[in-house]
């Protein structure tokens, strides 16, 4: 699958495109060129292209336009009609597209992955889907069962439906402002509607674009998808919109400003790392480059950049562009799901392109156009209510009814008898039988996102670390009588093994304390990890030296997707040894197989007994473990390795007693692990030595 978030804004949907009174076909053809960069940068670049950019200062451009005209010639805002008659344009070919996406998901997505994607249908009925991705990408924990998703791209729709309902309100303000100025400083001269509308545009776009740039270089994975952090963009295209009256450059400097427009938009993709860096003060860019074109206008001119934006073909590609937007991202990934590649080649992109302009072309003519021309709407306000709540109905029905669904088949798999559903048990030397082919494996597909770990809170009282970089501290509930305090450090692949050791503490009364990081695995400074990784690990190795545990658990090796499948952790000797050095224990576990695909969705797409599925021990694990290279180099570590309730007979497998052994490409389930429990208090107290009792 592709490895990247469809970070490229929709088209606004587009104006009547017959000729009319202040109809600009370059800008038309302006967005026909932005959406088709956009899809083949997505086709086949894998990138994005900073498209995004230039259609939102496009739409808040066209939308200043009208507004204004309506202030300056008094007529009434009516925002409340004004906004049923957007949305009830602007959603039915958005349902169409989405219960499209449903019948493909159905038909090609794994089903671990349909709860996800019944929430973002969710999302991008109600223009929040923005928010759902900011959220996804900042979550380590998220990141790991999200896939290219055939909705991503349907964020900066949600973008764009929250500014057309805010920007009204800022007209509206202004409309109730003016008049009342002139009241209260009877002595100044009036101030009329389009300097006040400078005055609120130009704030919005110094305040957003401060918080933008700030965002973005502290965290830019949500700055993105934040609708905060790009207002100033639909501020830049309202200013421009205010300014264009006085904006009257000659003929030869429209010539250059549209040719250097357009040069500047289609490089950026190419020359910025538009998915990093955005939507920053880099984006000025593309929303420049954007305003020069508009600017140039119509040229007057041969060689003006405005023969080819006005061109019929790009005006008609203009025309589909809404529609041709919404459609060319999930058939892009609905094509890459059904033939297993990562990046289509020039035929098959070619046959994307044509699919989604195909559709566009039908949901235009026969969706968006009979519903733009439906005059029985907009004869009361009403009625268009009425025709937007039977959009979301048609989506909301079967999206609900297979949510229940889910939920239902998610009971009854849990709902098995125990003894159906052994797990790691299978493998244990005394176990009896074979498990039974019958039984449905758990956890269910809808559960799956849900096989983390779990910590049972925030630490508490003298567990709270005084270093801000470690505010992730989580712990278990403290034993009333403590017997032993435990801290366990790393990544993601230390907190899998809460599911045991966290039960297992419980019942011999340890205390635990989590410091947790996803990527980094736990050892000492080093050139090999991340700066944040060594800057968690410093504060960690602070955190265990200032309160003394009677143990550290740790992972003490690391896998890898390709060869070598299992080396040791970087600095991991030197980075436990001043643990031991005061007395404290230290409890490494060796690593579980890494793969360059999702488990579970191999067995939902081909079966349990796939080899696909199963894959051989050699190209999960080294030969001889890690772990064997440490011994007898530090007292008082203790190794464990609990490798063979994991692949078994020279295989690792997906399914091991009727339980999915991984939940993604490299986590072991809870599940599963919770079903190692025995195995692993067995071999922890034997390793260190513990009493059991």
Not at 197 to 218: D, K, P, R
Not at 465 to 470: A, F, N
């Amino acid at each position: 699958m592709m490895d990247i978030r469809a970070r490229e804004a929709a088209p606004a949907a587009k104006e009547r495109t017959t000729t009319k009174p202040g109809f600009r076909p370059e800008v038309q053809g302006l967005r026909a060129l932005a959406v088709l960069m956009v899809a083949a940068y997505h086709i086949w670049l894998g990138r994005v292209s900073g498209g995004v950019d230039v259609f939102l200062l496009i739409s808040a451009f066209l939308l200043t336009l009208s507004f204004t005209r309506k202030l300056e010639n008094r007529k009434p805002l009516r925002l409340l009609q004004h906004w049923l008659h957007v949305f009830k344009r602007l959603l039915p070919a958005v349902v169409v597209v989405l219960l499209a996406i449903l019948a493909g998901t159905w038909a090609l997505i794994p089903q671990s992955r349909w709860p996800d994607v019944l929430t973002e249908a969710w999302a991008s009925l109600t223009y929040r889907q923005n928010w759902q991705l900011a959220a996804f990408a900042v979550d380590y924990y998220a990141q790991q069962h999200v896939d290219a998703s055939p909705l991503q791209h349907f964020w900066s729709l949600s973008v764009q439906g929250q500014v057309f309902i805010l920007w009204p309100l800022i007209f509206a303000g202004v409309a109730l402002l003016q008049p009342r100025l002139a009241t209260w400083f009877p002595q100044r001269k009036a101030v009329g509607h389009r300097q006040l509308l400078f005055v609120a545009f130009g704030a919005v776009f110094v305040a957003s674009l401060v918080f933008s740039i700030e965002q973005t270089y502290s965290n830019q994975a949500y700055a993105y998808f934040d609708t905060r952090a790009r207002l100033w963009e639909f501020a830049l295209g309202s200013l421009l919109a205010l300014a264009l009256p006085y904006l009257k450059p000659g003929r030869r400097l429209r010539v250059v400003l549209g040719w250097a427009g357009i040069a500047a938009m289609l490089a950026c993709g190419l020359l910025l790392t538009v998915d990093r860096s955005f939507p920053g003060f880099v984006a000025l860019w593309p929303t420049l480059a954007a305003a020069c074109v508009i600017v140039a206008g119509q040229s007057g001119s041969r060689w003006g950049v405005d023969r080819i934006l006005s061109s019929r073909p790009l005006v008609g590609v203009g025309g589909i562009s809404y529609a041709l937007y919404l459609w060319h991202w999930p058939i892009l990934v609905f094509f890459l799901l059904a033939t297993d590649t990562g990046t289509p080649g020039i035929v098959e992109g070619l046959g994307i392109m044509a699919a989604a302009t195909v559709l566009a072309m039908v949901t235009t003519r026969c969706v968006e156009e009979p519903m733009r021309r439906w005059k029985w709407p907009d004869v009361r306000s009403w009625r268009a209510a009425v025709v937007i709540a039977a959009c979301g109905a048609l989506l909301a029905l079967p999206v609900t009814a297979w949510q229940g669904a889910i939920t239902a088949e998610a009971t009854a798999i849990a709902a098995q008898p125990h003894e159906l559903t052994p797990g790691a048990a299978a493998l244990s030397p005394e176990y009896v039988g074979q498990p039974s082919e019958e039984a449905r494996i758990i956890p269910a597909p809808a559960a799956m996102k849900d096989e983390w770990a779990n910590v049972d809170g925030a630490c508490t009282g003298d567990h709270v670390p005084s270093d801000p970089v470690l505010e992730g501290c989580l712990q278990n509930e403290e034993p009333e009588v403590v017997t032993k305090r435990i801290v366990v450090l790393g990544d993601s692949h230390s907190q899998q093994y809460m599911a045991a050791l966290g039960p297992i503490a419980k019942q011999h009364g340890w205390e635990v304390v989590t410091l947790l990081k996803g990527g980094c695995r736990f050892g000492a400074q080093s050139e090999e990890r991340p700066d944040f990784c060594n800057e968690f690990n410093k504060a960690s190795s602070a955190y265990v030296l200032e309160h003394k545990p009677d143990a550290v658990f740790t992972v003490a090796s690391l896998t890898h997707v390709d060869a070598p499948f299992e080396t040791e952790v970087p600095g991991y000797l030197e980075g436990i040894k001043p643990f031991t050095d005061l007395g404290i224990e230290v409890v490494g576990v060796r690593d579980n197989p890494r793969f360059s695909f999702n488990m579970p969705e191999c067995v939902q797409k081909k079966g349990k007994d796939s080899p696909d599925c199963n894959v051989p021990l050699e190209q999960s694990l080294a030969d001889a473990s890690p772990l064997d290279d440490y011994v007898g180099k530090v007292d008082g570590l203790h190794l464990m390795d609990m490798s063979d309730f994991i692949c078994e007979q020279g295989t690792c497998p997906a399914v091991v007693g009727n339980v999915y052994v991984y939940k993604d490409d490299n986590h072991l389930s809870k599940t599963y692990v919770q079903s190692m429990i025995p195995m692993f208090e067995e071999r922890l107290l034997a390793a260190t030595g513990w009493s059991s009792s």
